[in-house]
């Protein structure tokens, strides 16, 4: 069964710091991986994917991740926050079933960043 | 806007109702995917659709049911309600297998 583990449930960030969240999943198979963000009162929407091609893959809004095989990772960050980063991350991780119908996309329990002025 | 509809967007019930969730997917996605968030749950994978036919089922509950009819719009009927249901539900469509997925807003469910 794939499972994925965010370290921390909450991170707050300065504008302009570092932006740093942490996913770690457990696959039997090579997995995909993903990063969707929740604005408030909205649905999820995808930042980035991973699925076995570049390991580091450039998403929407600046942020990017990079698959570490060896570290069963795939760690989102971004150079500098914005105020409008605000909003709830889930890393993701599915099955590859290649040609398949039948599908699941197993998330984390989310990370909340908080950007402070 | 992510082209997949839920209807209704906010729905405050009693314990021991039914209702019933609605899901339009985008046009053209094939697969459609229920998730329950809750705050001591997280997102919950509830249940796949693809094409008409139940593929993938997560922790749906045995008073959960759902189904997706021929024009691809999906329904999750919830029923005897219980204040643990309160939550909100996503629905989500994908065209490919590719992780994708394009959620709605979601229906928030209050079960008082």
């Known amino acids: 069964a794939q499972s994925v583990t965010q370290l921390g449930s909450h991170v707050s960030v300065s504008e302009g710091a570092l932006v740093l969240l942490r996913c770690n999943y457990s696959?039997?198979?090579?997995?995909?991986l993903f990063w969707y963000v929740q604005y408030p009162n909205q649905g999820l929407q995808l930042l980035l994917k991973?699925?076995?091609?570049?390991?580091l893959v450039k998403g929407i809004n600046g942020f990017e991740a990079e698959f570490k095989k060896s570290e069963t990772s795939f760690h989102l960050t971004k150079p500098s926050a914005h105020m409008s980063d605000a909003a709830e991350y889930f890393c993701?991780?599915?099955?590859?079933?290649?040609?398949?119908?039948?599908?699941?996309?197993?998330f984390g329990k989310g990370t909340l960043l908080t950007v402070n002025p | 806007d992510s082209g997949v509809t839920q209807t209704p967007k906010h729905l405050i019930t009693a314990t021991g109702q039914r209702v019933t969730l609605r899901c339009s997917p985008r046009?053209?996605?094939?697969?459609v995917y229920w998730y329950q968030q809750s705050l001591d749950q997280g997102l919950q994978f509830l249940i796949q659709?693809?094409?008409?036919?139940?593929?993938a089922k997560g922790n749906i509950l045995e008073r959960f049911s759902a189904q997706q009819f021929p024009d691809l719009h999906s329904e999750l009927n919830l029923s005897s309600l219980e204040l643990g249901d309160s939550a909100l539900y996503f629905c989500?469509?994908?065209?490919?297998?590719?992780?994708?997925?394009?959620f709605g807003e979601g229906s928030r469910l209050t079960v008082l």
């Open positions: 993701a991780v599915s099955d590859n079933f290649s040609g398949g119908s039948n599908y699941k996309l197993t």
């Open positions: 046009s053209g996605d094939l697969s």
């Open positions: 659709y693809y094409n008409g036919e139940e593929r």
């Open positions: 989500a469509s994908s065209l490919l297998n590719t992780g994708e997925l394009f």
């Open positions: 696959s039997s198979v090579p997995p995909y």
């Open positions: 991973y699925t076995s091609a570049a390991t």
